[in-house]
């Protein structure tokens, strides 16, 4: 795959005819899971208001492989979202293994400020790229809309 320039943010998206894609890359696994999480929220929630005041959400995660991990780690996310209403604002990747995951999530709780752009069901496996870069690492995935 040809290298190239940062994606701004550290991710961008990707169009589909039914679905949506994002791309994100880091210069550690960390970082690409953290910026592919951002591009999740952007997705879905677009331009958040700032906030004091956030919470504090522990995951740990266990996959196959990095690219389960991946998504795994963004359908948390989503689950988050649709289970306890939980908006992520910042993410903070600790670990990512072959093997297993820990992050914190810091957000708030849905509220009539917050607006949804796009409603994502899940995270996929449809294309699924996760790949070692000269640079680090660049993933692409896509979104069930």
Known sequence: MEERKLLKNGYGFLE????????????????????????????????????????????SLEGFDEEELLVNWLNEILFLFETRRFVPMVFQVLQVGRNGLSAKISGIYFSDQIGIQREVKAVTYHRLKLEKTQSGWRARLFVDL
């Open 16 to 59: 589909h005819t039914a679905d949506m894609g994002i791309e994100a890359e880091g210069a550690s696994l960390e970082e690409l899971f953290a910026n592919a999480a951002n591009g999740l929220r952007d997705l879905i929630f677009g331009a958040l208001p700032a906030q004091s005041e956030l919470i504090d959400v522990e995951v």
